[in-house]
C-alpha cells in the first residue's frame, strides 16, 4: 500500500536528514565523507569569469548565508570552485547548453559546465545539498551528472486579471531559477488590463490599466532580471480576442460599435479587434515594432484562443469580407488574421507562438503551438511539423494536488505514438498560473511548491515518476524556496489571523490545515459570483490547494504502526475538539461564517476517527457522510476526510 | 487569582472579537453602532493638504488594504476625513502638539488634529480600530481624544555590533510610528563597526566597517523616511570610548599606540581617543560638521559611556596633562573632553546628550543625560537642571518580558521625590535594542512585540498600568504590527524549519513554542565566548524572549474552567510525547544537539503536568526539579515549568 521509497524517507529522519534535490539530476553518485560548510566558505568562478556569472555566486553566496544563518567572512580561497568553460550567449537561448558536473568532497567541490546555463543550474543543485549535520552544516560528497531532458521548461503568469506588481515578478523568477525552470511566460494583457507602458499608444495604459502597468524601464528591467537567472521572457499580448482593455483605449480597433470598458468579470466576451481593416495591421506593426525593442526573445506569443466569432459574424462589413475572400466562417478568418500577424512578425524576426486554437491548415508550420485544451492538439500539431510545448495538464490555477501535474508528460497520451522526429517537436511545457482568483499576495501559494514538482517533470529523466519520493522531497524544497523570497508559507499565517483580526485564534489554523481551496473549475467561482474588485481575503484565499498535513495523516492511516497511531489519536482529538473553540470565534464575523458547517464536519471527522481507532462503533450512515462532506463547501474541500476514509475502508476490509 | 480584565478580554471573542488599541489613548467613549469598512473606503485630508500628509493618507490606506485584503476602489467620497488644523513645523520636533481626536459614526468618521503629528497618530488609532464583523470589516463608533504623556518616546538601534541593513531600519520606522514613537536614536559607530560614510575621512568606513555602512545618501533617505512619519532622528557617534573602529581607521586618534582593528568581541576596550591633543578636537569638528549637514535635528548624541580611565592613567603623556590642566583624574578628564566637545556641537546649534556617565560638575546643564545604569542618575540629572529620559529598565536585548518594562515608569523611582519643576526635566524613554546577539534576521523579534508595552507606558497616561490588560491587546498588536513589515513573527518558522535543513519538523517547533531566548545579562553568552562573526542561527536565536504559548497556560492553569483543562490536557500530552519524536531529529545535527535535555526536560513537564490534572502521584523531588528546570539551559529558559509550578502550588495549598 505504502512504498519503500517513503519509508526510507521517513527513516532516513533518524539520522542526519538527506538533501532534498528537486528536480532529481540525471545523475547522482554519493561518495564517502562530507564537505563542512561552515563561516569560511566561499564561492569564485576559476573558468571564465563573467559579470553575470559572478552576480549569480553572489546572489548564491548570499542565499546559502540565509539558508544556514551562516556568517561567510569572504575567504579568498574558494571551496566551491565553478569553472565554466565558455560565456555561453548573451541571452538565454533556447536549445543552448544547460548542463552541468558537480563534484562535492571533503576537501572542497568543483562545478563545471560547458556555459553559463549549466553553471547557474549547478549552483542550485549545490545549495540543496547543504544539511545540518553532526558537525554544523555539510553537504554529503557526491558525484553528480545533469542535463535537461526539455529544453523548453516555463511559468506563465497573468498579470492582467489581477496585478502582479514587480517584486511578485521578481521573486518568483528567483524561485524559477530555483527549480531550473527557463522560460516566464509573461500574460501581459487580456480583457481585464493592459499592463505594458506603450509610448505610441499611450491610451492602451491609460486607458486599460485602472493606473496598473509595468513601464518600459520595469519590463526591460525584468528581461534582464530573467536573463541573469538563465531565463528567457517570452512576452504575450493576446489577440484578437480577450482584448477589451485595447477596446477601451483604442475603440476603432473593435469588431463592433464602442464604446467598450475593462472587463471586470470574466470568461469570453464578443467584442474583439477587427481582423478586416488594415488599421488593425498598421496598430498591431506599430505597437509590436516597439514591444520587440524590449523583449529580446526570438519568440513572441499572440495568444489566440477564446475567439467566439460572435461580433464577427454579427457585422455584415465583416461578412461580407469574410465571403469576398473565401474564408471558411470565424476560423478562418482567425487564420487570415495569423497570417498577417505572422508576416508581421516576421519582420521583426520573431516566431510566432499561439494557444492551440491558432492550428489550421493555413498556419505556416514556423508558428509554435501551445496546447491547452488536451494533449491531442500538441501530437496533432507535431505531426504537422509545428513545435510545441504542453501546458494541458499543468494548470495551476485549477489547483489540483502536485501528483496530478506530475503524472502528465509532454511526451505522454497521444504524442507517445509520434515518430521519434515528430515528437523532436515537442519542446517541453509550460506550467499557468491565470489570475482570475489570485491577487499578488495569494499567487505565490497558488505556484508553489507544486510548480517544482512540474519543473522535475520538465527536467529530470522521464522515469523518475515515484510519486510519494516527488511528495517526501517537496516537503523540504517548500521551505527551501523561502529562502528565494517568494511567500507561499509566509502569507498563510497572517491571512488567517486577519480572519479574527489578529486576535489570536488556533481554532482557525486547525481548520485551515484541515482544508484545501478549490481552483477554477474544481468549485471556485460556483455559486459566487466574481468581479475582479472583490477581496480575495476568505479562508479559501489562505487555504492551501494541498494539504501537506493532512497528506502525512493519510500516509500514517495506510501505514498504522504505533507512532502513526499517536500522531492521529493526537489530531483527531484536536478536530474532535476544535469546533466548540472554533464557533464562538465565527458568531458576527463575516469572514467565519461561512465555516460554521466546515468545522462541524471537521469534528465529526475527529470524532469518527477515534472511534475507528478504538474500534468502536462507527454512524452506519458514514459512507454517505464522507462522500458530502467531501464535496465542496465554502469553496474548499475538507480533505480531512482522506484519513478517515482510509481507516473506514481498512474496517471494510476486515 | 486572576483579574476580571483578562477574562472580559477572553469573554470577549465569543462575540465579535474587539480592537485591541496599544497604546491606550487618554479617552475612549464607545457609541452605539459601527462603520463599515469595504471597497469603497477612502480618507481624505480635508483641512490643510500636504504632501507629507498626502503620503502618510495613501501609506494608511495601503496598509488597510493589507490588513483587510480589500481592494480599495479609490473612491473620491471619503469615509474618513482628516482634518488637519495646519502643517506643523517641517522636521518633527521635540514637544510639537502631537494632539488629536477620532469621532467614528456609522456614517463616517473624523479625525481632527492641530498639526501633522496628530493626524498621523489618529491614523494608526484608526487602523487599530477595524476588526472584522457581521457585516464584513468595521470600525466601532466611538469618540477618541488623546495625546502623549511624554514628548520624547524613542527607540536605539545599534547598527555597529551586528550590521543592520537599510531595509531593517526602514520597517522597524514603520512600526514605531504604528505605535506612537516619536524618535528614532541611532547608534552609528561603536569598537565593532563605523557605520556612516564620511567623505572627510573616508578612512573611518572603508577600515573600519567591513564594507558595511550606510552612504550619506541613504542616511538622508532614513532621516526623511523618519520624519514623514512623525520621528526624529538622533544620531550617536560614541566618544571617546567605544572607538575601535574609528582608531582602525585613524590610529593617530588614539590615547595608546597602535595599530588597533576593529573589534570582534565586546565589552570595553583599553584604547580610546587621546583628549589632550588639539587634533582630536580638528577632526571631530570636522566631522561633527559633516554630520549636522545630515541629521537636521538639533539633538546630537555623543555616547561617552564605559571609558575605563585604563589607556589614559598609563600614557605618562596624558597624565602629565591630567596634572596640569589640574582635572580628577580620568572622570575629570572625559569631563574636560565633553566640555570642549560641547563647544564644537554648540557651533553647529546642537544640543548635547550622553549616557549618564557624562554626569560630572563640569558638564553644561544644557547637556541632556541618557540613563541606562539605573533611574537615580536620572532623578539626580534633572535635580541639577539636566533634562533627560530614561533608559534603565528598556533594555530590549535583555529579554525580560513585556510586563518588566510596562512596570518601569520614567517618573518612577527617585524621581518620583522630585519636585514638579524639576520631573519636568525628565523628557520620557528609549529602548535599547543593543546589537550584541542580534542579526538583521533577529533583530525585529527582540524589539517587537515588547516596545510595543513600552510604547504605551511613554504615551498613556500614567493609570494604564493593567498587565493582564496589556498582555490581552499586546497579543493582537504583535500580529497587526507584521502589517507594518517587521518580521518578529515571520522569522520564526523559517529559522526552525532551518534547524533540521527545511525537513518538516513539528517536534522542533513544539519545543520552540515552550522555551524562551536568554538575553544579555540572563544568561545569553554565559559560558559560550562569541565573536561577531559567528552564526546567530540557533534555537536560541529562534525562540522568543517571551513564550505567548506558555503565558495562555499558565492563565488557563491559575483559572482552571473546563476548557482550560482541555487545553491544559492536550498541550501536556504533545509535551510528553514529543521527546520521542524529537531525539531522532537531533542525531547527527549539530544545531539541535544541545537540546537533547531540555527535550528530555519537556517531556517530564508534560508527564508531570498530566499527573498533576489526573490528582495521581506526583514525584517526591518536583520542587527540586523544578528549580533545576528554571536554569538556563543551551542559553534557553523552559517556559513550559511555570504553568506546571502553579499546578503544583496550587495542589499543594490544597
Sequence with gaps: MFRPIVLMALASLACAAPPALMPLPVRVDPRPGYLVIDGAFAAKATGVTDPRLNAAIRRFTARLSRQTGLLFTGSDVPVLKVECAARGLENATLGEDESYTLDVAPSGAVLK??????????????????????????AGAVHIEDRP??????????????????????????????????????????????????????KLQELGSDGHYYTQEELRHIVGYARDRGIRVVAEFDIPGHTLSWLAAYPELASEAGPFSIGRTWGIFDPVLDPTRDQTYEFLDSFIGEMTSIFPDPYFHIGGDEVNGKSWDSNPRILAFTREHKLDGPKGLQAYFNQRLSKILEKYHRTVIGWDEVLHPDLPTATMIQSWRGNASLAEAAAKGHRGILSWGYYLDHLRPASYHYAVDPLGGPAAQLAPDKAANILGGEACMWAEYVSSETVDSRIWPRLAAIAERFWSPKEVTDVDSMYSRLAVISRWLEWTGVRHRANYGPMLDRLTGGHPAEPV?????????LGLGQGRGRGVKYTSLMALNRMVDAARPESESVRVLELAA????PADLILLRDEFTRWAANDALFQPLAEDNALLAELKPVSKDLAYLGTVGLALLNHSAIPSDLDAQLTRIARPQAELRLAAFRPIKVLADAAKAK
Excluded at 113 to 138: D, K, M, R
Excluded at 153 to 181: C, F
Design 113 to 138: 559546465a560547458p556555459a553559463i546555463a549549466g553553471a547557474l543550474h549547478g549552483l542550485e543543485t549545490f545549495s540543496q545539498l547543504v544539511v545540518p549535520g553532526a558537525a554544523g552544516f555539510e
Design 149 to 202: 531532458r526539455f529544453p523548453w521548461r516555463g511559468l506563465m503568469i497573468d498579470s492582467s486579471r489581477h496585478w502582479m506588481p514587480l517584486d511578485v515578478i521578481e521573486r518568483n523568477l528567483d524561485a524559477m531559477a530555483a527549480v531550473k525552470l527557463n522560460v516566464f511566460h509573461w500574460h501581459l494583457s487580456d480583457d481585464q488590463g493592459f499592463r505594458v507602458e506603450s509610448k505610441r499608444f499611450p
Design 509 to 517: 489554523h486547525v481548520l485551515a490545515d484541515a482544508v484545501e481551496a
Design 558 to 561: 495506510r501505514r498504522g504502526n
